[in-house]
């Protein structure tokens, strides 16, 4: 059987299907029963659209491109000591999509560091950021929650490592 296109923005639920591969759709925040295959999108224009991270559209709002990213990230509140890791899922100049197993509230600020190979060595982007949306995510046999982040501050040297790896995780 040939397995089909799988939609980033599906996510599964095990309230829903009863284990056949059933979810949410969160492409569009109108949560509609999803199986994650694109071939069977009830909004396929938008899906591809944004899948696709267009630019230059005019419906599109947002000042940067996002680029699909999969790298580890450490985060700790402005006022807790204690360290928590996350996933970031996208980037863009302005912001991160990230997932995370903890719940954090909206308005918070997070101290970042996005984690990311260099040569043979890992290297770091440390940045202040502020939780500007949640939602709870579901997906396979994980139950946590994603976060879109904005930049609140970020050194010029670190803005030049993050434009570099956007670029070279993208050949820009």
């Excluded at 069977?40 to 224009?45: N, T």
């Excluded at 939780?131 to 050194?155: A, M, P, R, T």
């Amino acid at each position: 059987m040939e397995k089909g296109l799988e939609c980033s923005f599906y996510c599964n639920s095990k309230d829903i299907g009863r284990g056949r591969k059933i979810g949410f759709c969160n492409l569009d925040g109108d949560r509609t029963i999803c199986s994650g295959d694109l071939n069977g999108c009830e909004k396929p224009s938008i899906s591809v659209k944004s899948q696709n991270e267009q630019t230059g559209n005019e419906n599109n709002r947002r000042k940067h491109p996002r680029f699909y990213l999969d790298l580890p990230l450490e985060y700790r509140g402005t006022n807790t000591p204690n360290v928590h890791g996350a996933i970031v899922v996208n980037a863009s100049e302005s912001g991160l999509l990230v997932q995370s197993i903890k719940e954090l509230p909206i308005g918070g600020k997070l101290n970042i560091a996005v984690l990311f190979p260099k040569e043979y060595e890992l290297a770091n982007i440390e940045i202040l950021a502020e939780i500007v949306w949640k939602d709870i995510h579901w997906k396979e046999n994980w139950e946590g929650f994603q976060f879109g982040l904005k930049f609140l501050q970020i050194s010029e040297e670190d803005y030049r490592k993050l434009k570099q790896l956007l670029n070279e995780e993208h050949g820009l």
